[in-house]
Every structure is written in structure tokens, then in C-alpha cells.
């Protein structure tokens, strides 16, 4: 990782901890491009709606485990490029087998959700974000991918 972008990637990593909230619509302008291209490649057929919802989920883990990315590691870029590629998997795989066999969807725990205000808080920053997902999508042919 160059200098510049290390550098890029401490100032977000702070923000994404002290500020969740503004932190998450930082790193969603920042990254919103590979995230979408990631999902959009693994989910190639899938209606835009799935892609959609993938990528929302992708930015939540991200938001959700914010005290434990680590720039040694790779830092944002690296870990949300890993948690798109598994997330984009399991929704292939989800996808397919509900094909099969009907699942039934078990609501989460308590301790697991977010607290309201940080549900709004990523709700807002996902909406905000929704014409950037869709402008990157209409803009990215399938060999893009």
C-alpha cells in the first residue's frame, strides 16, 4: 500500500471509530466502486435487488467490526474486498440451495442486533448511497466484473 493511501486508510479507520456514522458514508464513497464490483462479479444473473442487498450487507459487517480492522493487515480496502467476496459466496450458495429446499429464516438474537440508533445511522448511509450502486451498476458491463 502506497504512502498516500495508508495514510488515506489510518484517517478513515479513525473516523469509521470515533464517528460510525459519518465514518460508514466515508468509507462507502471511498469503496463503494470495489464492493459493487465484487458482489456484481460473483452474482452474475442474480436480479439487482440481491446485488443490492449484498453490498448493504457487506458495509454493515464492515460497520459492525470496525474496532477490528487492522491497517497492518491490509486495512479497509482489504478487509471489506474479503468480506465482499465471502458475502457475494454465501448469498450464491444461500440462493441456490433455497432453490432446493425451502429454509426458514431464524430471527436473529437479541445481543447480536444493532442498537436502534445505529441501525438509523447505517439505514440513512445505505439510502443515501443506493443511486451510487445503481449508477455504478448501469455503468460496469459483465466483463467488468
Not at 36 to 44: C, D, K
Not at 57 to 72: A, H, N, P, Q
Request: glycine share 6%.
Amino acid at each position: 500500500m502506497g504512502r498516500g493511501k495508508a495514510m488515506e486508510e489510518k484517517i478513515l479507520l479513525e473516523l469509521l471509530r470515533k464517528k460510525p456514522d459519518k465514518g460508514i458514508r466515508a468509507v462507502m464513497e471511498a469503496y463503494m466502486g470495489l464492493c459493487w464490483a465484487i458482489v456484481r462479479a460473483r452474482l452474475t444473473g442474480f436480479p439487482q435487488e440481491d446485488i443490492e442487498e449484498c453490498v448493504s450487507d457487506v458495509f454493515l459487517e464492515v460497520y459492525r467490526s470496525r474496532g477490528k480492522i487492522e491497517l497492518e493487515k491490509g486495512g479497509i480496502q482489504a478487509f471489506l474486498a474479503v468480506v465482499a467476496r465471502r458475502r457475494a459466496i454465501d448469498r450464491y450458495h444461500a440462493t441456490k440451495k433455497a432453490e432446493t429446499f425451502p429454509l426458514e429464516e431464524e430471527p436473529a438474537e437479541p445481543e447480536k442486533q444493532l442498537a436502534l440508533e445505529d441501525r438509523n445511522a447505517l439505514r440513512d448511509a445505505l439510502h443515501d448511497n443506493l443511486v451510487k450502486l445503481q449508477s455504478y451498476g448501469a455503468r460496469l458491463t459483465p466483463a467488468e466484473g
